[in-house]
């Protein structure tokens, strides 16, 4: 199992949130990237933050409308994401499953039976990073979306191997399988 970040990792991020099909732009080689993982037997979700739903810049219809042209993108070569979890929350809400806390990953490894401590969550944000360290899942960071910003201003960032992209985690979660 990989979980994975959306924005950032996936997609590129438009100012603060993706909130429409349209602003979602695929980051170079990320699709191609699920794809191998797939194909080389690998489950893969998703984890996101969509506070942009609380805050009214779009619906849960809106976000579902952004997966579908993730998840079409993907079938187009073969693949398709095992689970999509989100949370729609804002900050202020204290929910669980808002990242940096771990309930999206609880739910996760509740539903597809893994060991937590065994899956990488490969993200592009502190909270990615705290969240699969709450959850004693294994943290991975990438320089595309926040990484860069991330590895600048936080300390706890410095000990969690970090890849130039989805695509280069990917190439070298194969290599060393």
């Not at 989100?86 to 499953?97: L, Q, T, Y």
């Not at 893994?114 to 502190?126: A, E, K, R």
């Not at 320089?143 to 190439?171: C, I, S, W």
Request: charge should be negative; aromatic fraction near 6%; glycine fraction near 8%.
């Amino acid at each position: 199992m990989i979980i994975l970040d959306r924005d950032g990792v996936i997609n590129h991020i438009a100012d603060d949130d993706v909130t429409s099909v349209d602003g979602w732009d695929p980051i170079p080689g990320s699709i191609e990237a699920i794809n191998r993982l797939k194909k080389a037997g690998y489950l893969v979700t998703i984890a996101s933050n969509h506070s942009g739903i609380a805050r009214g810049l779009y619906s849960e219809m809106d976000l579902q409308k952004i997966h579908e042209k993730m998840q079409h993108m993907l079938s187009a070569r073969g693949a398709s994401l095992d689970g999509i979890y989100f949370c729609p929350h804002g900050p202020e809400a204290n929910c669980i499953c808002r990242k940096p806390k771990p309930g999206l990953l609880f739910q996760i490894a509740k539903q597809f039976k893994i060991d937590l401590s065994i899956t990488p969550l490969v993200g592009d944000n502190i909270s990615d990073i705290q969240a699969a360290k709450m959850a004693n899942a294994k943290p991975v960071l990438v320089r595309t979306g926040k990484g860069e910003y991330v590895m600048q201003n936080f300390p706890e960032a410095l000990d969690v191997p970090v890849y130039d992209d989805l695509a280069h985690f990917v190439r070298e979660t194969l290599r060393h399988r």
